[in-house]
């Protein structure tokens, strides 16, 4: 999938860039309005991420000429410290479709763009997650594995959405913390004691586990002998 990210923030810019390629995204940047609008109409993308305050060109003028002037129909994800509704609004009328109030989490970011580009090419977006034998409905919030069904607290639930969504990946503590509790990040032993009870529900009956720890880097979904598809 091809992204094009709009943002003059460069700290913002990056870690869009390096999560997006890390989640197999190809990705490029523009750092002003007008290399942006440049950019969007030169090539073929399957999304942009649009911020709304840019140097040179801002982004609603960018949406409203990428709509109105070059006549495209790229998904648009706007990116704003602004949340008021009136602002939203003006964004959705040029042209945006959707919109994220900064600071966001990346992982919303991932999911919005996915859902979009879904949209886009009406596709059906399957509202649940599969790994192995183990299936998440992101609709009930239910949890199964090889037809059982498994209890799990809402953080729990929360670090295994996050861990389903990006099977074999590395996730650091910091970043499982700041997905999962925000702002108000735990203890050092919270985040290992909910892994704890995630990884005893998912194996109760015996099952293989499936989430490895990686020495002083994180937590990680792996395939155990025929686990995986």
Not at 17 to 22: G, I, K, P, R
Not at 28 to 34: K, Y
Not at 113 to 123: C, I, N, P, Q, S
């Amino acid at each position: 999938m091809k992204v094009l990210i709009v943002e003059d923030d460069s700290a913002i810019a990056a870690n869009l860039y390096d999560y997006l390629e890390a989640n197999g995204y190809e990705v490029d940047l523009a750092s002003n309005g007008r290399m942006g609008l440049a950019m969007a109409i030169a090539n073929s993308w399957d999304a942009i991420l649009l911020d709304l305050s840019l140097p040179h060109m801002d982004g609603l003028t960018l949406c409203r000429k990428l709509r109105e002037e070059a006549r495209r129909d790229t998904p648009v994800l706007m990116l704003t410290a602004r949340d008021a509704l009136d602002d939203k609004l003006t964004g959705f009328v040029h042209g945006a479709d959707d919109y994220l109030v900064k600071p966001f989490s990346l992982l919303e970011v991932g999911a919005r763009l996915g859902a979009l580009v879904k949209r886009y090419r009406g596709e059906v977006a399957t509202p649940e997650i599969r790994f192995g034998d183990v299936r998440l409905d992101l609709t009930t919030l239910t949890v199964e594995r090889a037809g059982r069904i498994i209890k799990l607290q809402p953080k729990g639930l929360q670090l295994l959405r996050i861990l389903m969504q990006s099977p074999g990946r590395v996730f650091g503590r910091v970043e499982l913390e700041a997905e999962v509790w925000g702002d108000e990040l735990p203890d050092s032993d919270t985040l290992r004691a909910h892994i704890y009870m995630l990884r005893k529900a998912l194996a109760q009956q015996g099952e293989p586990e499936l989430i490895e720890t990686v020495h002083r880097l994180g937590y990680r979904l792996v395939a155990r002998d025929t686990d995986a598809t």
